[in-house]
């Protein structure tokens, strides 16, 4: 059974402070994929990396995929209240299965 | 366009009692999810549909959960009877196909009491 990992579940800091969230498995994904999720709405897609090393910067926002394609990251630069929000990793199995991870947390303070 | 749509967008119930849920996906969209999310957790698949073929409902307690698809457009998931532990949300998602990108629906939030 492929899982993911996320890291931290919570997070909360103060506005303009980085942050880095890691997403791991043990199992190689074909792609992976980070969504954003607001209360009382669906996931919403940020990125989709599929190449191992693969980096992806999106404003503030910074995705890397793993070179062995097992673990991803994502760096968030000078944080603002708007970043608050549920943030998954989701990776496409070899079934072709879109599989999440529990999410992190984000809460920016003002 | 519109995007994925879900009715109802809440739901209370007593246990034991039936609820269902319905979808809509974005026009073109072949392939159709539905998930199930508890608070603070990601989503985890139900059931996946290829038009009107469930092609992956190996997740979906079928004791008392059921889905339909019939014209392969919009779908209706079902819970009979509700246990307390049904209490989630339930996220709908479409895709043009199996390898793109799935949209999702804003979900529908049961809480059973």
């Known amino acids: 059974t492929q899982l993911l990992e996320q890291s931290p579940q919570f997070l909360s800091i103060q506005e303009g402070e980085n942050l880095t969230v890691y997403c791991n498995s043990s199992s190689v994904f074909s792609s992976l994929q980070w969504y954003r999720q607001e209360p009382g709405e669906g996931p919403v897609l940020l990125v989709t990396?599929?190449?191992?090393?693969e980096v992806k910067k999106l404003k503030r926002l910074t995705f890397q995929f793993g070179d062995a394609r097992k673990d991803s990251s994502l760096h968030i630069t000078a944080a603002q209240p708007g970043d608050t929000g549920l943030y998954l990793c989701a990776g496409t199995s070899n079934t072709g299965k879109l599989i999440f991870g529990q999410g992190t947390t984000l809460q920016v303070k003002p | 366009e519109a995007g994925v749509v879900q009715s109802p967008r809440y739901k209370i119930i007593e246990k034991k009692q039936p609820v269902a849920f319905w979808c809509n996906p974005i026009s073109g969209h072949n392939t159709l999810y539905w998930y199930l999310q508890n608070l603070g957790q990601g989503p985890e698949l139900l059931i996946r549909?290829?038009?009107?073929?469930?092609?992956?409902d190996s997740q979906l307690p079928k004791d008392r959960f059921s889905a339909e698809r019939l014209k392969g457009v919009d779908s209706t998931l079902k819970i009979q009877p509700a246990e307390l532990g049904d209490s989630a949300v339930y996220l709908c998602?479409?895709?043009?196909?199996?390898?793109?990108?799935?949209?999702f629906g804003a979900g529908t939030r049961l809480s059973v009491l």
């Open positions: 990396v599929v190449t191992g090393g």
């Open positions: 549909y290829e038009n009107e073929e469930a092609v992956d």
């Open positions: 998602a479409s895709s043009f196909t199996p390898g793109h990108i799935q949209y």
